[in-house]
């Protein structure tokens, strides 16, 4: 059976299950974008091999590691996700990484990957609470450890094979009645060296590479009748080319995380995260800014106040919070606040 057939069997029995609770595939354009960030795998970060953590590292620690084995805590996760379906939201982007079998490359799955089957069965019942629920795969060389040995084979002829490959499945696995995805996100944050710092092997895209290579993750996305979405930190330090070369059709995300919105109260190195929701603004580009509750609980609402008074409307489609727990009990309380908080500006209009 070749990849797409089994993906569409699959699809069947999803859409069976759907059928009986209905159906959050697509929102209205005009609709603002309320969304919220959860993580189904955690290889996505990279600070030390999991074989090289300390003997006595607390579990916190070793989740920030690569595993084996998928670490989401399945109690954990119906908690957030039941928890968001009540806060009003409309928007849920999956992380996914190594969470979901991909029949294309079934040797990027761990111990505890989630069937295709299960998986849409819970898109089916994240749909049937109303939300639009989107793919999320990372491919920023500092967060695409869920590759495996092709994140060290980067803008390489298998790369870009296997790159397609993951993103068809993924594309296939979200779409419901014939209708993919709306969005599609690609994560791309981060991609420096310093980010890197304490990685084993720093592998980081500059000038035409990244170009080349980000704008042909956009064509695999697009050719598919979805519209790519990224982090869009790269316009911090490469602002003019970024505005002139970013095309319009990909809808972007910047983040900040702090307490500060006063860019003249802000250093040079950091005013960029702020003022680059000025600058998308002024260039005409679609934005879902993002806050988080990662380092101070004021900063959603902050963000979502600065982002209403300096962009314009029409191109403001929504926010997204991510505070950026792990699916773990630890950090269960985080995430759950984080809701919360996303709750709370819903509920203001």
């Known amino acids: 059976m070749s990849r797409r ?6 699809a069947m029995t999803a859409g069976a299950v759907a ?25 996505s970060w990279k600070d030390v091999p999991l074989s090289r953590a300390p003997a006595d590292a607390s579990r916190s620690f070793k ?21 968001l379906g009540k806060s009003g939201a409309n928007m849920l982007i999956i992380d996914l990484a190594e969470g979901v079998y991909l029949p294309s490359h079934p040797e990027l799955s761990v111990k505890g990957t989630w069937s295709i089957e299960k998986f849409q069965k819970e898109l089916a019942r994240l749909r049937g609470m109303g939300l639009e629920v989107i793919p999320k795969m990372n491919f920023s060389t500092c967060h695409d450890s869920w590759l ?60 035409e ?5 980000f704008l042909w993750f956009a064509k695999q996305v697009e050719d598919k009748g979805v519209r790519p979405w990224i982090w869009s930190d ?43 929701y000025v600058d998308l ?41 991510a505070s950026w727990q792990r699916t773990i009990p630890e950090e269960l309380e985080k995430g759950l606040r984080g809701i919360d908080q996303l709750a709370a500006e819903i509920a203001r209009g």
Request: charged share 25%; net charge negative; hydrophobic share 35%.
């Open 19 to 43: 059928a009986g609770v209905g159906n959050a595939q697509t929102g209205k354009a005009d609709k603002p974008i309320w969304a919220c960030l959860l993580h189904l795998g955690m290889n």
């Open 281 to 321: 603004a002024e260039a005409g580009f679609d934005q879902v800014p993002t806050g988080a509750n990662w380092s101070c609980d004021t900063n959603f609402s902050d963000t979502v106040k600065f982002c209403r008074k300096h962009c314009p409307p029409e191109h403001l489609k929504g926010f997204m919070m």
């Open 148 to 207: 495996k040995d092709y994140q060290r084979m980067v803008s390489t002829k298998k790369y870009y094979e296997v790159c397609a490959d993951v993103i068809g499945d993924a594309i296939d696995i979200f779409t419901l009645d014939g209708k993919p995805p709306r969005f599609f996100h690609l994560g791309y944050d981060e991609e420096t060296p310093g980010h890197q710092s304490t990685f084993e092997m720093m592998i980081v895209r500059q000038g």
């Open 209 to 213: 590479l990244w170009w080349h290579d």
């Open 5 to 10: 057939d089994f993906l569409r069997a699959s």
């Open 63 to 83: 989740v920030r590691c690569m595993a084996d084995y998928l670490r989401t805590d399945e109690g954990v996760w119906r908690q957030l996700t039941d928890h």
């Open 234 to 276: 790269y316009c911090w330090h490469h602002k003019d080319e970024f505005l002139k070369r970013m095309p319009k059709s990909v809808l972007q995300s910047n983040w900040y995380y702090g307490k500060e919105f006063d860019v003249s109260k802000m250093g040079e190195s950091s005013r960029p995260y702020v003022q680059t």
